[in-house]
């Protein structure tokens, strides 16, 4: 089974700073085709996740342009560039790579 | 507008069976896998099934193989996931979830999420 940590599990940013959360797999994401199968979530409470990088660092329809993803094999980076306070919630990574699919712990972002 | 909406989750004890059921609307159905996703309560997301698009195969986490099955009904525009052998650790809520490719010969990602639906194996 793939195994993604991710660091920090939690974070405390003043509103229009930046922050960055950190996701390490055990094995490579990187399909043969090219592709990674690497994606990051946004859980706010009381509503479903939401999507907001795919492939790794391609940005989903909506999502704003303050999200950032990097990152190949197994380091990626989410990166936001500007904390709103719309951004609270538990940030997540995925795998597809390889069955079962997995998520990482979890990082939840407050806003000091 | 794409929309998920589960339904079936309740109290059951351990050992019960129980059948999710999730209506989807504003897409091509028929042409999307699907994934169950449960999130156990102040845990984190677990990815627990999926199905391909017309339903030729599936898949499993490990946990629940052999006690869940994941089926649609694309006629209905609906999926389904049958829990039989409940335990105590698979209480939580349980999202539906559309994959993001069409049409896709093997499973891509989540791009949408339905509300979920709660089940509590307790005695």
């Known amino acids: 089974e793939i195994v993604l940590t991710q660091t920090p599990l939690s974070l405390s940013v003043t509103p229009g700073q930046p922050a960055s959360i950190s996701c390490k797999s055990t094995?490579?994401?990187?399909?043969?085709?090219?592709?990674?199968?690497l994606y990051w979530y946004l859980h706010k409470a009381g509503q479903p996740p939401q999507l907001l990088i795919y492939?790794?660092?391609s940005r989903f329809s909506g999502v704003s342009e303050r999200f950032s993803g990097s990152g190949s094999g197994t380091d990626f980076t989410l990166k936001i560039s500007r904390v709103e306070t719309e951004d609270i919630g538990i940030y997540y990574c995925?795998?597809?790579?390889?069955?079962?699919?997995?998520f990482g712990q979890g990082t939840k972002l407050a806003i000091k | 507008q794409v929309h998920l909406a589960e339904s079936g989750g309740r109290v059951v004890q351990p050992g019960e069976s129980l059948r999710l059921s999730c209506a989807a609307s504003?897409?091509?159905?028929?042409?999307?896998?699907m994934h169950w996703v449960r999130q156990a309560p102040g845990k984190g997301l677990e990815w627990v099934s999926f199905?391909?698009?017309?339903?030729?195969?599936?898949y499993y986490t490990d946990s629940v193989k052999g006690r869940f099955t994941i089926s649609r009904d694309n006629s209905k525009d609906m999926v389904f996931l049958e829990l039989n052998s409940l335990r105590p650790e698979d209480t939580g809520v349980y999202y539906c979830?559309?994959?993001?490719?069409?049409?896709?010969?093997?499973?891509?990602?989540?791009?949408?999420w339905g509300r979920g639906t709660l089940v509590t194996v307790s005695s």
């Open positions: 979830a559309k994959d993001r490719i069409f049409l896709a010969a093997y499973p891509t990602y989540v791009d949408v």
């Open positions: 504003g897409f091509t159905f028929r042409g999307h896998g």
């Open positions: 199905i391909h698009y017309e339903g030729r195969y599936d």
């Open positions: 094995q490579s994401l990187l399909h043969s085709d090219g592709e990674t199968f």
């Open positions: 492939d790794a660092s």
């Open positions: 995925m795998q597809t790579m390889q069955v079962p699919y997995t």
